[in-house]
């Protein structure tokens, strides 16, 4: 119940700030959604030496008020697996709502398109479901990435995030994802 709050809540966050954010000049390409997929690698209090490896998808929208300086929001979800003795397997559901503020290099770029490496630091809240019990946290974050906007408005870069929480089921994270979206 508290995973699927959360999801409604961060959907509803995100589509509010694509509706109230102010229209950028014209042929200035200053916002963006952008789907987020690849691999995060989390550590936690209760795991066996292992670290475990989950898949992660998430849903991304950023803005640059000013020149460089910008917001950003998202929402996402991974899957993490245990393979315990004797074939027992748990599972951990994470999801996560963020929001930071984030700084965007446009040198490289011509109008809004072009490459668009960025940095970003947030706060990030966090619900899980599986293994012992279902618990929620908070944590801080840092990201950074490399991006390419094409005139159409397309984007297709890469993207890496680090996570420490107050959590023992997900203590820090570090994941690596493939990025497509739409800037306008």
């Known amino acids: 119940m508290r995973t699927q709050t959360i999801c409604s809540a961060g959907i509803a966050f995100l589509l509010a700030a694509c509706a109230t954010t102010t229209a950028p000049a014209e042929d200035d390409l200053t916002r963006s959604i952008v789907l987020h997929w690849g691999a995060r690698d989390a550590s936690s209090a209760g795991s066996s030496g292992a670290d475990d490896a989950g898949v992660v998808i998430g849903l991304d929208y950023n803005s640059r008020s000013w020149d460089w300086l910008g917001w950003e929001a998202g929402i ?3 899957e993490h697996e245990d393979f315990l003795l004797f074939g027992v ?10 929001l930071g503020g984030r700084a ?9 398109a072009g490459l668009l490496p960025y940095g970003s630091v947030g706060v990030a809240a966090l619900a899980m479901e599986g ?3 279902d618990s929620g946290a908070v944590g801080a974050y840092v990201r950074g ?9 397309f984007t297709l870069g890469f993207d890496l995030k680090f996570l420490a929480s107050s959590s023992d089921d997900v203590e820090t994270y570090g994941q690596f994802t493939l990025q497509f979206g739409w800037s306008f």
């Open 76 to 78: 996402s979800y991974s």
């Open 89 to 98: 397997e748990e599972s951990l559901d994470v999801v996560e709502v963020d």
């Open 104 to 112: 965007t290099y446009c040198g490289w770029a011509d109008a809004g």
């Open 131 to 133: 293994r012992d019990a």
């Open 145 to 153: 990435g490399l991006c390419y906007v094409f005139r159409a408005g």
